[in-house]
């Protein structure tokens, strides 16, 4: 039964990881492979002496940054509320709802959004019918950072409560009840029963998200990376597409995936180890137990 899985994972993830040797190559795609010649470190200098890149990844750490201190813990506290419902009809419906905006792709998210803030939106029709001036939220270069956020929050957030509401359905019952029979309140319970029994899963998805910390999102950046300008949407994502695979810099856009993938590893290597000094297991144990 996990062949296909396998086999898709060995097809799609792992054998193109060998393309990663084109960052060490002066590459041309239309000559055979192994006629392009070896340059070894040039690319990563290259791409260290570009200013375009650095603005790139400048972005993205803001990008990521606002994503784990706005984006991260919503989900959290959306599966708190959700599980404290007490009627299962009214939960599931709720779910249904908050998970329906993950199926949408980021052309309708984007579109939705500016139709409701962009310069012609909704929200700009309601002021001019009441003498206001208009706003303009969806080109604002200022703004952007949070209405990328603001995007993420509605289209994800809803998604990311599904493991932690499996995480509160594992907690035992018998722990609330017996915290209540002792004069336990609501936040008494919840600080000490409920927060410690998913904070395993929490530092789990934190990790995990930070080993996927520097994609913060090609395609919503693509697609309202000309209505803001290239200063406030190049992220590296965006850097590799233009920069290599547009400008046929093949080399160098790789160097910049290696680049981002190496620091990945170093992010979610460091916060395993943080989560074993907080006595957790992380995405795996620890051997100095």
Known sequence: MIVPAVALMLLFIYIPLLGNVIAFMDYVPFVPFLDNGWVWFEN????FADGDFWLALANTLVFTALNLLLFFPIPVML?????????PWLRSFLQSVLYLPHFLSWVIVVGFFQQTLGSAGVLNQFLAQNGLDPVNLMQNPELFKFMIVGQTVWKEAGWGTIIFLAALTAI?????????MDGAGVGRRLWHI????????IILM?????GDALSVGFEQFLLQRNSVGPAAAEVLDTYVYYHGVVAGNWSVGVAAGLFKGVVGLILILAANKFAHLLGEDGIYKSTRR
């Open 172 to 180: 035992d019952d018998a722990l609330y009840e017996s915290a209540a």
């Open 44 to 47: 990563f200098e290259r791409l």
């Open 206 to 210: 934190l990790i995990l998200r930070l």
């Open 79 to 87: 599966a708190l509320f959700v599980h404290s419902l007490l009627h």
């Open 194 to 201: 409920t927060l410690p029994g998913i904070r395993p899963i």
